[in-house]
C-alpha cells in the first residue's frame, strides 16, 4: 500500500492521535455552553438579551442542543474519544444550525451570540483539513448574513445589521485562517518533533546494544559512587566480589575516589577473584548535579600477552620454515636409539641411555609440533550448541581412547545450557585439560580420575564448564605462570599445553582460568561469553 492510501485512510478514520484532547474539550465546552445558555434563559439574568423575540424556539434550541451536546460526549466517552472526520463535520452544521435558530430567537446579532460561532469554527478548522475547516466558516457567514436579510425583510432588523453580519464573517474567515495556518505550524513541528524522539530512542537503543556486547567492561558510576550503569562484559570480568553489592565492592569505590581526586593519574591494575589481571581507565561525564565517572574494565593479562603472542608467532614461523632439518636429524637420533635397544647385546646400562634418548626425542618432537600450531591456527568457526549434549558426546570419544582405568564423572543440568564455539577448538582444550587432570589426580591418589561440569552462571549470565582433579592444586607461587608458555612444573611436558588451551579459549571469546571448587579441589574453569555477543 502507498503512503498515500494509508494516510487517506486514517485521515478518513478520524481526527489525527494529538486531536483527542482537543476532541474532549470541546465536548465539554458544547454541554457547558448550553446549560449556561439554558440557566440564563430560565432565570431571567438574561431577560431582554437572549430569547426575547422568540422564547418559545430559544427555550425548545437549547434543550435540544443540550440533549443532542450530552449524547455526543457520551459517545465520545466510550470510544475513547476517537471519531470520524464525518462525525465532526455533522457536529459542527448542528452547531452552526442552532446557534442561527438562537441568533434568531434573540431578535439577531445584537444578543451577541453570534460571537459564539467563533470558537466552534475555530475548533472545526483544527479538527478538520484546510477546506473543509473554510467551507464551515463560509456556512456560518452565510447563515449569519441570510438570517440578518430575513430580519430586514420581516422588520425584526436594521440595515446597519447587514454590515454587523458581514464583518461577523469577514471575523469568522480570519479567525480559521490564522488558526489553521498556525495549527499547520504546530503539526509540522509536532512531526518532527517526533521523528526526532523517534530517531533518538533508536540511536538510544542501538548504543545500549553496542555497549551491552561490547567486550570491554562499561561501569558507570554517579557523584555518590552508586552504579547507573553496568554492561555484562563488566559483570563478568568483575566477578561476584568486585562489581556493586559484592564482597569487595569497597576496593571498587576506593579506586574511584582515588582518581576523582587525581584525574591525572594513569589506569590502576586490580587481580580480580578469577586470578586474572583487571585494568581500570576513567573517563569524566560532565553532569548538571555532580559528574559521573565513566569506567572502562579490560583484562590486562590480553596486553601484557601481545608481546608474547609476537614472539611465539615469529617462533612457530622460525620453526615452520626449519622443522625439516630438525625433524630430519631428531627422526634419525629416534630410529638409530631405537633400532639399538632392539640389540640383544646391550647392557641395562646403555638400554636405560637409549630409552632417554628415545623419550628426549619425542618431547623434542611434541615441542616442534605445538610451537608449529602457533602458527597454522585455522581460524575460529563459533557456533551455537547445547553444551552438555556436545559433552556427552565429547566424553564417549574420549572414554574410548583413555586408559582402562580411567574414571571420569559427568555433571549436567536439567536445563540447557547454550553456548557459542569452535567445537574442535574446545575438543582440543577439554583433552588437555582432562589430560592434566587425570594424570594430576594419579600422582596424588593412585586413581586416573576426572570430573567434568556444566552449568549456568546466573550472576553472569554465562555457562561454564568445570574440569576438576583430585590432585594436589597448583601452588601459590605458581597460578600466575601456569599458562605462561613453555612453564612447566613436571619432567615431560612442553610448558605449551595450558598456554595453547588459553588461546583457543581465547579465540572463542570464552576464558580460562585455575581457581577452587566448591568442596576445594583443584580446578580449571571454562567461562564462555554471553550466546549472544557478537563482537
Not at 440533549?67 to 452552526?96: E, K, M, P
Not at 601484557?304 to 622443522?323: C, D, N, P, R
Not at 646391550?346 to 619425542?362: G, K, V, Y
Not at 570464552?510 to 580449571?524: H, K, P, Q, T, W
Request: charged fraction near 20%; hydrophobic fraction near 40%; glycine fraction near 8%.
Amino acid at each position: 500500500m502507498s503512503t498515500d492510501n494509508v494516510s487517506g485512510a486514517v485521515h478518513a478514520a478520524g481526527p489525527p492521535l494529538q486531536h483527542h484532547e482537543l476532541l474532549r474539550i470541546y465536548a465539554f465546552y458544547r454541554v457547558a455552553i448550553a446549560l449556561i445558555l439554558l440557566g440564563i434563559f430560565t432565570s431571567g439574568i438574561g431577560q431582554g438579551a437572549v430569547g426575547n423575540s422568540a422564547p418559545g424556539l430559544f427555550l425548545n434550541t437549547v434543550i435540544a442542543y443540550a440533549a443532542l451536546n450530552f449524547g455526543w460526549l457520551l459517545h465520545l466517552r466510550n470510544s475513547a474519544y476517537r471519531t470520524s472526520t464525518s462525525q465532526v463535520g455533522l457536529i459542527l452544521g448542528c452547531d452552526i444550525l442552532n446557534f442561527i435558530l438562537l441568533i434568531q430567537a434573540s431578535g439577531g446579532l445584537n444578543s451577541g451570540l453570534g460571537y459564539l460561532l467563533l470558537i466552534n469554527c475555530s475548533v472545526g478548522s483544527m479538527l478538520l483539513d484546510r477546506r473543509m475547516g473554510a467551507f464551515f466558516a463560509a456556512v456560518a457567514s452565510i447563515a449569519v448574513i441570510v438570517q440578518q436579510l430575513y430580519g430586514l425583510l420581516a422588520g425584526h432588523a436594521e440595515t446597519q445589521d447587514i454590515v454587523s453580519a458581514g464583518s461577523l464573517g469577514i471575523l469568522l474567515f480570519a479567525t480559521v485562517s490564522a488558526l489553521q495556518y498556525l495549527s499547520a505550524r504546530i503539526r509540522s513541528a509536532t512531526l518532527r518533533a517526533d521523528q526526532q524522539s523517534r530517531q533518538a530512542a533508536h540511536l538510544q537503543r542501538l548504543a545500549q546494544q553496542i555497549v551491552e556486547r561490547m567486550r570491554t567492561g562499561v561501569l558507570v558510576m554517579d557523584a555518590a559512587n552508586q552504579p547507573e550503569l553496568i554492561n555484562r562484559a563488566a559483570r563478568q570480568l568483575l566477578g561476584d566480589q568486585l562489581q556493586p553489592g559484592g564482597e569487595r565492592q569497597g576496593e571498587l569505590h576506593r579506586i574511584v575516589r582515588e582518581w576523582r581526586r587525581d584525574p591525572g593519574r594513569g589506569s590502576t591494575l586490580v587481580n580480580a577473584e578469577n586470578g586474572s589481571e583487571l585494568r581500570f581507565s576513567f573517563a569524566n561525564l560532565r553532569r548538571e548535579h555532580g559528574d559521573s565517572a565513566l569506567v572502562f574494565v579490560e583484562d590486562n593479562r590480553k596486553l601484557t600477552q601481545a608481546a608474547q603472542k609476537l614472539k611465539l608467532a615469529s617462533l612457530g614461523h622460525l620453526t615452520g620454515s626449519i622443522a625439516h632439518e630438525i625433524r630430519n636429524p631428531l627422526g634419525a637420533i629416534s630410529h638409530a636409539a631405537q633400532l639399538l635397544s632392539e640389540s640383544t647385546n646391550l647392557s641395562a646400562e646403555d638400554r636405560h641411555l637409549t630409552d632417554i634418548i628415545c623419550r628426549h626425542s619425542q618431547r623434542v618432537n611434541e615441542i616442534v609440533e605445538n610451537v608449529m600450531q602457533l602458527s597454522r591456527r585455522r581460524a575460529t568457526v563459533p557456533q551455537m550448541h547445547d553444551l552438555g549434549h556436545w559433552l556427552e558426546l565429547f566424553i564417549q570419544d574420549f572414554r574410548a581412547g583413555a586408559a582402562d582405568d580411567a574414571r571420569i564423572q559427568l555433571q549436567l543440568p536439567d536445563e540447557s545450557v547454550q553456548a557459542r564455539f569452535d567445537p574442535q577448538q574446545l575438543a582440543q582444550v577439554v583433552i588437555n585439560l582432562c589430560a592434566n587432570a587425570m594424570r594430576h589426580s594419579h600422582s596424588a591418589c593412585g586413581l586416573r580420575e576426572v570430573e567434568v561440569a556444566v552449568y549456568r552462571n546466573r550472576e553472569r549470565d554465562c555457562a561454564v564448564l568445570d574440569v576438576i582433579d583430585s590432585g594436589r592444586g597448583v601452588p601459590p607461587e605458581h597460578r600466575d605462570k601456569i599458562f605462561e608458555p613453555f612453564f612447566t612444573t613436571g619432567q615431560g611436558g612442553s610448558g605449551l599445553g595450558l598456554y595453547i588451551a588459553r588461546e583457543l579459549c581465547e579465540a572463542n571469546q570464552a576464558n580460562l582460568f585455575y581457581c577452587r571448587s566448591e568442596d576445594n579441589r583443584s580446578c580449571f574453569r571454562v567461562e564462555f561469553a554471553h550466546a549472544n555477543r557478537v563482537i
